[in-house]
């Protein structure tokens, strides 16, 4: 079996894995499951508290959204141990999601782009902005489908690393809050509704910061397209 195809089989096999865990939140039961697991991992002391963590780690690239996992650290820690968990736990499992997906998805970027000028701008133009861009869109949302799309551009890992722990500080930090301040697993889905004005205003820093990066990126993409005809 061939490497590229291997990668293929793999992709196809991940993408099976975030539909199955889309699906899981999707339906009542699944939620459900959730919170029994999280009353279990809160009953089982130490040792539940270190698993969420992990389980933070390998969900996150699964497409479990990421701030419910922080949410829940900030559920089975309380304040103020859980921040620095939640945030090295979103961090450690969006660098797991960004290598994964550069890895199985590199080859077929190559062919996607090669002989389109204006999709190589856009790819080029992320890897360009850095450090600054990363941030921008972490504000303007911690979402799992950004680790994807940003390892198909030139980013390097460590913009990318460095980008997500500053962008993801506010929203990471909210989340945790509001899970420390949940009365019981059940509520972890309605951590946000706890955060009042706190969320209102995130929100607004989100829209805020994606404007500033689509113009930014539309900017840089102007750039790179006028190197690569010249």
Do not use: C, K
């Not at 993801?168 to 946000?192: E, F, H, K, N, Y």
């Amino acid at each position: 079996m061939s490497s590229r195809r291997g990668r293929r089989i793999l992709l196809v096999a991940l993408g099976l894995l975030i539909a199955g865990a889309l699906l899981l939140l999707a339906l009542p039961a699944g939620r459900q499951f959730l919170v029994d697991a999280v009353g279990w991992l809160r009953g089982a002391g130490a040792a539940g508290r270190a698993a969420a963590v992990g389980l933070a780690v390998v969900g996150i690239p699964l497409g479990i959204p990421t701030l419910w996992f922080a949410a829940l650290i900030g559920y089975l820690y309380g304040l103020p141990v859980a921040l620095a968990l939640s945030i090295a736990a979103v961090l450690a499992g969006a660098t797991v999601g960004f290598a994964v997906a550069r890895w199985l998805l590199r080859d077929e970027v190559r062919a996607l782009i090669s002989g389109r000028p204006r999709w190589r701008a856009v790819v080029q133009a992320v890897g360009d902005e850095g450090v600054r861009l990363v941030v921008l869109l972490r504000l303007a949302g911690p979402h799992n489908l950004l680790n994807l799309v940003l390892a198909t551009s030139t980013l390097r890992a460590r913009d990318f690393v460095l980008g997500t722990l500053i962008g993801s500080i506010p929203s990471v930090s909210l989340a945790t809050a509001g899970g420390a301040l949940a009365p019981d697993a059940g509520s972890l889905w309605q951590a946000r509704e706890r955060l009042g004005w706190g969320w209102l205003l995130l929100v607004g820093l989100g829209v805020a910061a994606l404007v500033a990066a689509i113009w930014i990126t539309v900017r840089a993409t102007r750039r790179a397209l006028a190197r690569i005809e010249s």
